[in-house]
């Protein structure tokens, strides 16, 4: 069974830095490019950044662009996103999905970003 | 970027009823959409991909079609456990969803 288990979430001040784990299961990791998308509450869904299989292809939304840094470690099934100079419009529960179909999804970790 | 135009926001049924959400491109999409329910709480679910292809586990009173900019996505015969918010994402390009669909009961 796939399973995607995101951590690393929380209450962070206006300017700081978070990096959110994505823990994945029952499927070649290695094979699959990976996204992380979220959802600030009451809202709809917004893609924030994509990493391909091997890392070599990445992009970002224009909103995260410069201060957010997808990546990955195939050795540990494991997706990250590193998140600097937050702002209060960051927060959303961040999800981790699977390829570019995002056919899988993890449950969702909480930012929330407020002094 | 492609935006992603989904309408109606909101849609009051009955069960039984067949109702349909339409998303329109911003540019032709070559059939790269797919959709989601998304319950309270819960993660979104890939219900169908490239516009039509049901996801193993997804009932056949879903529905999906369209081309170039145009798509909708329809359920026949509602039921309760079909009351949800509805994303389309298209996938041709950098992703963008559209803006939801929260499906609710007349």
């Known amino acids: 069974e796939v399973q995607l288990v995101e951590s690393g979430g929380g209450l962070v001040q206006p300017g700081r830095s978070l990096k959110l784990s994505c823990l994945a299961s029952?499927?070649?990791?290695?094979?699959?490019?990976m996204n992380w998308i979220r959802q600030a509450p009451g809202k709809g869904l917004e893609w924030v950044a994509s990493?391909?299989?091997?890392?070599?292809?990445?992009y970002y939304a224009d909103t995260v662009k410069g201060r957010f840094t997808i990546s990955r470690d195939n050795a540990k099934n494991t997706l990250y996103l590193q998140m600097t100079s937050l702002r209060s419009e960051d927060t959303a529960l961040y999800y981790c999905?699977?390829?570019?179909?995002?056919?899988?999804w993890g449950q969702g970790a909480s930012v929330t970003v407020s002094s | 970027d492609i935006q992603m135009t989904q309408s109606p926001p909101s849609l009051s049924a009955s069960l039984g009823d067949k109702v349909t959400i339409t998303c329109q491109a911003s540019?032709?999409?070559?059939?790269?959409i797919a959709w989601y329910q998304q319950k309270p709480g819960k993660a979104p679910r890939q219900l169908i991909r490239?516009?039509?292809t049901l996801v193993s586990g997804t009932p056949s009173r879903f529905s999906g079609s369209g081309s170039g900019r145009d798509y909708s996505f329809s359920i026949s015969n509602v039921e309760s456990e079909d009351i949800a918010s509805y994303y389309c994402?298209?996938?041709?390009?950098?992703?963008?969803f559209g803006g939801g669909t929260k499906l609710e009961l007349k």
């Open positions: 029952g499927f070649t990791f290695s094979n699959y490019g």
């Open positions: 540019q032709n999409i070559n059939k790269y």
């Open positions: 990493i391909s299989s091997s890392s070599s292809y990445i």
């Open positions: 994402l298209q996938y041709d390009n950098l992703p963008t």
């Open positions: 490239y516009t039509s």
């Open positions: 999905a699977r390829h570019g179909t995002m056919d899988a």
